[in-house]
């Protein structure tokens, strides 16, 4: 399994601001992803991380509201811009290996005031 | 569009007394069914991964099973410590995407 560490683990942020969450992983994984995870929602995926080139954002996502890095092969960083309440949730870093399992950090449960 | 719909929201069992969790999905084509497990707090936890209908796959206390329109996460004599939500996702054939669609989970809660 790979262990994934994710900063911070939690935040209050002003609306109107930006916050960076980082997700480091102990080993070298090709495929990355990002998760929202709104209060009684389902986890949604918001991005795929590709290392080398721009995310691959899901329906509703855009790279100036998300943008997203991917340095190498264990690292990645997710930003949320110009954040309002609605941007409070929890927020999830996945890795794969291989097809046959997907792993998640820890989150990042973010508040906008 | 992948759907992935679990049933029921909530399920309170008393301490042994075994159950089952359900999640119906639809995809244009299956490329995994995973479920996993979160408390509260915390990331999700990787349980299983199934890939073709007949597949089992056992852990401790827990069975999951697949078909061709659902799968089930057999909870077998559990214990206050399974208490926890369960939850099913899947990845489509489809779109060339490798993310994960997920159901909103099964939240469990065992009683002692």
């Known amino acids: 399994s790979a262990v994934i560490s994710q900063k911070p683990s939690r935040d209050i942020c002003q609306r109107g601001t930006s916050l960076t969450i980082q997700c480091q992983v102990d080993s070298q994984v090709t495929m990355m992803f990002w998760y929202r995870q709104q209060p009684g929602q389902s986890l949604t995926l918001i991005a795929t991380a590709n290392q080398g080139s721009e995310a691959t954002y899901e329906s509703g996502f855009v790279i100036d509201k998300f943008p997203i890095s991917r340095p190498n092969l264990t690292f990645s960083t997710l930003t949320v811009s110009n954040m309002s309440p609605e941007d409070s949730s929890i927020y999830l870093c996945?890795?794969?290996?291989?097809?046959?399992?997907?792993?998640f950090g820890q989150g990042t449960r973010l508040t906008v005031v | 569009e992948d759907q992935v719909t679990q049933s029921p929201e909530a399920l309170r069992l008393q301490e042994g007394e075994s159950s089952s969790l359900n999640c119906s999905y639809t995809v244009s084509g299956l490329r995994g069914l995973f479920w996993y497990r979160q408390d509260p707090g915390k990331g999700p936890e990787f349980l299983f991964t199934l890939y073709s209908a007949g597949e089992e796959k056992e852990k401790e206390r827990l069975k999951a099973t697949l078909t061709k329109k659902e799968s089930f996460l057999h909870i077998t004599a559990p214990k206050p410590e399974d208490s926890a939500t369960y939850l099913c996702?899947?990845?489509?054939?489809?779109?060339?995407?490798?993310?994960?669609?997920f159901g909103k989970g099964t939240h469990l809660i065992i009683q002692p």
């Open positions: 996945s890795v794969g290996t291989g097809q046959t399992k997907a792993f």
């Open positions: 996702a899947v990845r489509d054939s489809g779109g060339g995407a490798d993310g994960l669609t």
